[in-house]
């Protein structure tokens, strides 16, 4: 089965600096690839996602970028901001009802 | 505008207790999921349910069982709850399009005493 390894587990950084969660997986039928923001006491929520016949997507300060070869793919936010403290959980799945997902990063971001 | 509900947030029982969590997604969604989180292992699947009546396994599903009469509600039963069944419950529902139209409900924190 799938299994998805992530990193860091935790990361703090200043308001303002980049942040950077890398995700591998195993299994290479894998084919979607979302991103779950959960906020203290709140439910996970999606904020982005990559196919794999995407190398790399963007939207606004966050993008994904996914490397099908070496399966990894990647979590930037840029210009971070206090409001971007929460945990990240990266995730993947495939056609079958299959999706497993990273043991989370919880960021700090620093005012 | 909440889609996915879920009966409690918070729970404390027993052990040896009989536990019921209920879920309700109002997307008309085919599918839905029954996660644990706990800290340093992420979201683990438990069971999931593709239609009313059936039911597959996730990824520990040993203490729990699953039951979907009706295609908005899908439940988790601990039929003898333990200590280290505390954990977060987290609900999921989606529709067959694809994993993207994936929500989550807020979370049942149950403690076993």
């Known amino acids: 089965g799938e299994n998805v390894e992530q990193h860091p587990s935790t990361l703090s950084v200043q308001e303002g600096d980049s942040a950077v969660i890398k995700c591998t997986y195993s299994d290479s039928a894998s084919n979607y690839f979302p991103w779950y923001k959960q906020e203290l006491g709140k439910r996970p929520q999606l904020i982005i996602d990559i196919r794999s016949n995407v190398g790399e997507k963007k939207d606004q300060r966050i993008a994904v970028t996914l490397n099908k070869t070496a399966k990894h793919f990647s979590l930037h936010i840029t210009e971070t901001q206090p409001e971007d403290s929460a945990v990240y959980f990266c995730?993947?799945?495939?056609?079958?009802?299959?999706?497993?997902f990273g043991a989370g990063t919880r960021l700090t971001v620093k005012p | 505008d909440v889609k996915v509900t879920q009966s409690s947030r918070y729970l404390v029982k027993r052990t040896g207790e009989k536990v019921f969590l209920e879920c309700v997604q109002d997307?008309?969604?085919?599918?839905m999921f029954w996660y644990r989180q706990d800290p340093g292992l992420g979201l683990r699947l438990i069971y999931f349910?593709?239609?009313?009546?059936?039911?597959e396994k996730g990824d520990i599903p040993e203490g729990y069982s699953v039951s979907r009469e009706k295609k908005e509600r899908f439940s988790l039963i601990l039929e003898s709850a333990s200590t280290n069944q505390t954990s977060m419950y987290l609900c999921?529902?989606?529709?067959?399009?694809?994993?993207?139209?994936?929500?989550f409900g807020p979370g049942t924190r149950l403690l076993v005493l």
């Open positions: 995730a993947a799945g495939d056609n079958n009802n299959d999706m497993r």
């Open positions: 349910s593709y239609d009313v009546k059936m039911k």
């Open positions: 999921a529902s989606r529709n067959d399009q694809g994993w993207e139209t994936q929500y």
């Open positions: 997307m008309d969604h085919e599918n």
